[in-house]
């Protein structure tokens, strides 16, 4: 990402250029072909901004990610929610980048350190192994000095692709009727 760690200590957002730096052998990816993502939908958002990348052969995804002030739970840190959501999207995205159309059936995460707002992170996680339907991710989130803010694991499960297909008509169909 950068030579040296990144913070602001006036939680303004990091360059784009910070974020958007594509850690070495991977490239930018889009996790998925919905707008908007639950995390990655307001490229102005002020809780957290983030930026996907991946190798060629997709054998892991990595993420930038910065948390404002709008990630908020303990005073001046990131809401535990809010990274337990960045380590599900990443799960998820990672088993969906390697053909697995799956869902979340259950995640854990454990908290190793509390993660101070304007901070940048990087994510990285990948598929562990795979059992018939079942997928088992892992992913961790740690700061640009290499320290643990929290790691996951996860089982997902791979769903048919009738019911994949469901969901989008189902997602269209109520859209449209708003």
Request: glycine residues 8%; hydrophobic residues 35%; contains cysteine.
């Amino acid at each position: 990402m950068t030579d040296s760690p990144w913070q602001s200590p006036d939680l303004s957002p990091p360059p784009e250029a910070v974020l958007s730096a594509a850690p070495e052998g991977c490239e930018p990816y889009r996790l998925f072909t919905v707008d908007p993502l639950f995390l990655n939908g307001d490229p102005e958002s002020l809780a957290i901004r983030l930026r996907y990348f991946a190798p060629p052969d997709r054998s892991f995804i990595r993420a930038n990610a910065w948390y404002g002030p709008d990630a908020q739970g303990p005073p001046g840190h990131a809401h535990g929610g809010s990274m337990a959501s960045l380590l599900d999207e990443a799960m998820g995205g990672v088993a969906w980048a390697q053909g697995h159309r799956c869902l979340a059936l259950e995640i854990k995460v454990q908290f190793r350190k509390a993660l101070p707002l304007g901070t940048l992170v990087q994510v990285r996680s990948w598929v562990e192994r795979v059992d018939e339907k079942k997928v088992y991710c892992r992913a961790e989130m740690r700061g640009l000095e290499n320290e643990l803010y929290s790691e996951s694991s996860g089982l997902f499960l791979e769903l048919d692709p009738e019911k994949i297909a469901q969901f989008g008509k189902k997602f269209h169909t109520n859209k449209e009727s708003a």
